[in-house]
């Protein structure tokens, strides 16, 4: 069925550690994936996308890693922040047909700061 | 430049009634989706539309219903609401190609008592 996951749905990590946030995906047919970070009352924000004929993709302080032979995408922060303290969600879109399709997301990894 | 702009805020209505959440998106973006945010089933696709035409639907009920006009604003209306349908509507838009780099609004928060 359609559905994207996420390992765990809380990590917590210690300021300045590096984070990473696992998500798995279903749909062999997804050729797009999204990363986005929601704050507490705001929407989601875009972090990162990768197509799916690539397999790394680099921002700043920010990695995504899609592997596909296992259906997981991960998004790395680097050096991690009070200010990364968000929920993640990833998203994987299905092509319906055309150049149309439905962006499916996963129910997102909250991601606690130590100080 | 400014960003995806939604209105109201908050909304609180009673069971039966309808309702009319209005979305701009960022200048120049012709693609304008909604999804709908609850604690329980997490950010679920509503409609796409590009260009006045819809492009894409969700697994909602008819009432539910959504357009886009020339100027690429959007309307989503639900009529005869019911209790599930309290939670944070989202709009989203972007340049063209499907759901590529889609920016959010915060949303409207719908509260049906």
């Known amino acids: 069925g359609e559905s994207v996951g996420l390992h765990l749905p809380t990590l917590s990590v210690q300021e300045g550690d590096n984070s990473i946030i696992n998500c798995a995906y279903s749909n062999s047919a997804s050729d797009y994936f999204i990363w986005y970070k929601q704050e507490s009352g705001k929407g989601p924000q875009f972090i990162i996308d990768i197509r799916s004929n690539m397999d790394k993709r680099q921002g700043q302080r920010v990695t995504v890693l899609l592997n596909k032979t296992v259906k997981h995408l991960s998004l790395q922060i680097a050096a991690t922040q009070p200010g990364d303290s968000a929920v993640y969600f990833c998203?994987?879109?299905?092509?319906?047909?055309?150049?149309?399709?439905?962006?499916?997301f996963g129910q997102g990894t909250t991601l606690q700061v130590k100080p | 430049k400014a960003g995806v702009t939604q209105t109201p805020r908050y909304l609180i209505k009673t069971r039966g009634q309808q309702v009319t959440l209005s979305c701009s998106p960022i200048s120049g973006h012709r693609s304008v989706s909604w999804y709908q945010q609850t604690p329980g089933q997490g950010l679920q696709f509503l409609f796409e539309?590009?260009?006045?035409?819809?492009?894409n639907k969700g697994n909602f009920p008819g009432r539910f219903s959504g357009r886009q006009f020339s100027n690429s604003r959007s309307e989503m209306n639900v009529s005869t609401l019911e209790l599930g349908d309290s939670a944070l509507y989202l709009c989203?838009?972007?340049?063209?190609?499907?759901?590529?780099?889609?920016?959010f609004g915060s949303g409207t928060q719908l509260s049906v008592l």
């Open positions: 989203a838009s972007s340049i063209g190609r499907t759901n590529e780099k889609l920016f």
């Open positions: 539309y590009f260009s006045e035409t819809q492009r």
């Open positions: 998203a994987e879109n299905i092509r319906v047909r055309g150049n149309t399709g439905k962006l499916i």
